[in-house]
């Protein structure tokens, strides 16, 4: 009995763990397709936004159940509850606090009702947190040695790499989204929506990275 029921334990954080996965992939291909079917073929600066558009309850929805299941989630250790908890509050300060319009005019946004611009910076604070932290998971949780004694097995090592190299990638596309805000942002480069490919990137390299730890991609031979 004890052991089934460990079994099924195991079953519901891979399930979970999988779950985040599949969400993060998909969030920024949903709201893109479901942007340009809806909106004349006019894509957003970035994913965040989509805030605006067609396709706002779209995006809170799905990131708003990634911020409750990063919030449940819990692992081996106390650190893995902590960081997945404060993961889960840096998504809600994103919907908190949404992207700037970039109208050219203020606007009131996001439940406080503050000015547009103010409310993009503190989004793009909450952003950077947020990937902060994902990136902690990829890097220093999922590559610690399991409970087993011994040396790591050949395909553990092998998914070590792709979560540190996961990991690199969202610290290396939100640093690429900071730069791009203060230093590019009125500028030819933002004819390509590099806001927008950089979130994608990291959202792939995030999803990614929960969907080989629930094994479904790269699992023991």
């Not at 409750?68 to 993961?87: K, Q, T």
């Amino acid at each position: 009995m004890t052991s089934d029921r460990n079994r099924s334990l195991i079953i519901s954080y891979l399930a979970l763990r999988r779950m985040i996965g599949f969400l993060a992939v998909a969030l920024p291909i949903v709201v893109v397709a479901g942007g340009i079917t809806q909106e004349g073929f006019k894509i957003q600066g970035s994913i965040s936004g989509y805030y605006y558009t067609n396709m706002r309850d779209v995006y809170v929805g799905m990131l708003s159940v990634v911020a409750l299941f990063l919030a449940s989630y819990r692992g081996y250790d106390p650190i893995d509850d902590v960081v997945g908890n404060m993961s889960g509050l840096f998504a809600l300060g994103m919907l908190i606090f949404p992207t700037s319009k970039f109208s050219g005019k203020v606007e009131r946004v996001g439940v406080f009702l503050i000015n547009d611009d103010i409310s993009g910076y503190f989004h793009l604070a909450f952003a950077t947190l947020f990937f902060l932290s994902l990136s902690f998971f990829s890097l220093f949780l999922f590559t610690r040695r399991g409970p087993r004694p011994g040396p790591l097995g050949r395909d553990k090592k092998r998914r070590n790499v792709l979560y540190r190299s996961c990991g690199s990638v969202m610290i290396l596309a939100i640093v690429g989204v900071i730069v791009y805000t203060f230093g590019y942002h009125d500028t030819a480069v933002a004819r390509m929506n590099p806001v927008l490919l950089l979130e994608s990137v990291a959202l792939f390299a995030f999803g990614i990275s929960w969907l080989v730890k629930g094994n479904t991609l790269f699992r023991d031979r």
